[in-house]
């Protein structure tokens, strides 16, 4: 079955560093596109970053400069380091995937950046 897990979630203080994990299986992820999306309390679900399967990337505004997304498709795996977080990045952070009509979601991993 096809499955995204997310991993890498925590407590970060701001201005600090975390990278989050996703580990896919179940679908020909060399294909796929994927991304992160992130969803604060009270706040609608939002792109964060996109790498396509030519390793095409793109980031949302506020997150430009900060974060970057990578992927290894040798070991089905898409990550997205987190540099000089804020307090307003604080949500659930999700993997996605596509391809044509097929998307995919992961559960979620919850990152909080607080003193």
């Known amino acids: 079955q096809v499955q995204l897990v997310e991993s890498g979630g925590g407590l970060v203080q701001p201005g600090g560093p975390l990278r989050l994990s996703c580990a896919a299986s179940?679908?020909?992820?060399?294909?796929?596109?994927l991304g992160w999306y992130r969803q604060a309390p009270g706040k609608q679900r939002e792109l964060v970053a996109v790498?396509?399967?030519?390793?095409?990337?793109a980031y949302a505004d506020s997150v430009k400069g900060r974060f970057t997304i990578s992927r290894d498709n040798a070991k089905n795996m898409v990550y997205l380091q987190m540099n000089s977080l804020k307090l307003e990045d604080t949500a659930v952070y999700y993997c996605?995937?596509?391809?044509?009509?097929?998307?995919?979601w992961g559960q979620g991993t919850q990152v909080t950046v607080s003193s």
């Open positions: 790498i396509t399967s030519v390793d095409s990337t």
């Open positions: 179940g679908f020909r992820f060399g294909i796929f596109d």
């Open positions: 996605n995937g596509h391809w044509v009509n097929r998307v995919y």
